[in-house]
């Protein structure tokens, strides 16, 4: 799970990329050329929040497990994808002799342990940390009550990982093939929570080494690293990466041959329709709109209701985007879990949780007004600097404006990493905001509307829903139909109670030159460039 992703692309990135072309692909020692979105926040592992950085770490470093090139689960640096003993709840790996980090070093269990600990210590404000809450003494290192030391992570010996449960957590495979990546465990004593900054403050131990990448980078490489594990079968030794937050720059880039692979939205991706080098695909994530908790207008329920009312969703994803995302129906995206009984998807079990009324709107609006006392009010809503999510905030704020008088709202684009910062810190009204899983179950999504969770930066409190979540996360007591069943109930309560406002399900596009093989995108993962070739 991660947080989710302008024009300034300029002179400089294109002559960066110039001579990079498709005259390139005849041979087989050259150089893949990419863009990405937008620019990473981090290189560290164990704090990354956002797809950005996510899209980056997951290029150079490798987990207990990993993605094969259909996105199945299978052992990474482990020697074994294991059976979990003790009722589901302890897990033994041993790690590959010849699994090491770029320099040489083995990878140590303790590098797992040392990632793990640092992603659950409350001072590394870690937006993933709840990914190991099923791990033994994980609430009470994040109450401040025992140190991360306690954590159900252990290093047996230098090749042996064990983890423990306090109760079965079936998707656990899962993260650990898409987070559950170490850190360098002397590199992190020397540099701390500056690790991962940089770099050249960090190390690798995937397919590719991470080369000239800070935290304000526009452009850096992965090169092949030769340590790693399984380096013999990495075709392309170099892939380089520029930020394009523009996607008519991008289209043009990659039909001038300078780029080989590059994201498309909006009006490119209907000009590309027919395009052959198209590939299009529903993307795990969630757009939605978060709503600060703690300040006095945005608390207001009906405010929130209301919000919800004034989005023609179909509108927003038909005229807006443009890009084969849909709208969505609940808090959760379509292919994000199967009904245990009937096989039935989540989202259409649920139904459609959410509609278009401009006058319900304006009604709650009227009332929630005179609740507060107010006859005006000013709100800024915050979002990333992407010409996606441009375009849907300008949408909102139109319509905010039309069916809720009185109302101002500011539009904030910021750098991916300040919004995240800002929204984590409480410095916001409302955030145009996203999520995306890595595992196929609705609760990734429902946890953040959790009151206990910490993603849930909307800071909304409210018991029955966080008791409902307390349930859902009892594997022990709840069969998976229990589960399942709650978690529709949780669903449909947070739509009803607004805590969280969905807008649509992202879809992700892609133009990919025929030239190039092995880049494959499924609903939780992008293309893993260590299983590219040149046809």
Known sequence: MKKLMGFSFGILAILTLAGCGTSQAKSKDADLNVTLVGNPATANPAIMGDV??????????EGLYTLNKKGKVVAGVAEKVVKPTHNGTVYTFKIKK??????GDPVT????????????????????????????????????????????????????????????QPWLSDILATFGYPIKTDLFKKYGNHYGTSSDKMMAEGAYKLVGWSGNSDSWHYVKNPHYWNAKNVKIKQVNVQVVKDPGTASNLFKSGKVQETFLSGQYIKQNAKNPELTTTLNSSMRFLEFNDK???????????????IVNRKQVT???????????????????????????????????????????????????KKELG???????????????????????????????????????????????????????????????????????????????????FTKWDNAHFTNLMKQIDDTTTHTTQQRWDLMKEADKYVIQQAGLVPLYQQAKAHLVSKEVGGLTYSITSDAQYKYAYWK
């Open 109 to 168: 269990a303790q590098d797992f342990v040392t990632s793990f600990r640092w992603q659950v210590n409350p001072k590394s404000k870690s937006q993933v940390a709840n990914k190991m809450k099923y791990l033994t003494n994980y609430d009470a290192i994040q109450a401040g009550k025992k140190s991360p030391n306690t954590l159900g992570a252990k290093a047996l010996d230098q090749r042996t990982l064990q983890l423990t449960l306090t109760k079965p």
């Open 374 to 456: 107010i006859q005006k009010a000013d709100l800024e809503m915050i979002t990333a600097d992407t010409d996606e999510q441009k375009h849907v905030a300008q949408y909102l704020q139109q319509q905010a404006q039309k069916y809720m008088p009185g109302l101002t709202i500011t539009i904030k684009s910021l750098p991916l990493a300040q919004q995240i910062n800002r929204g984590s810190e409480g410095d916001y009204d409302i955030d145009l905001d996203g999520w995306q899983t890595d595992w196929r179950d609705p609760a990734d999504f429902l946890q953040m509307a959790d009151g206990t969770s910490s993603v849930n």
């Open 295 to 309: 300040r006095k207008i945005t608390h207001n329920t009906k405010v929130r209701q209301a919000f919800s009312y």
């Open 318 to 368: 038909q005229n807006v985007l443009q890009d084969g995302s849909q709208p969505a129906k609940s808090l959760i995206p379509y292919g994000d879990g199967n009904d245990p009984t009937t096989g039935k998807d989540f989202s259409q079990d649920v139904g459609n949780l959410l509609s278009y009324n401009p006058k319900k709107a304006t009604a709650l609006w009227k009332s929630a």
């Open 98 to 103: 010849n699994a090491k980090w770029q320099n």
């Open 52 to 61: 950005n950085s996510s899209s980056l770490v997951s290029q150079v470093e």
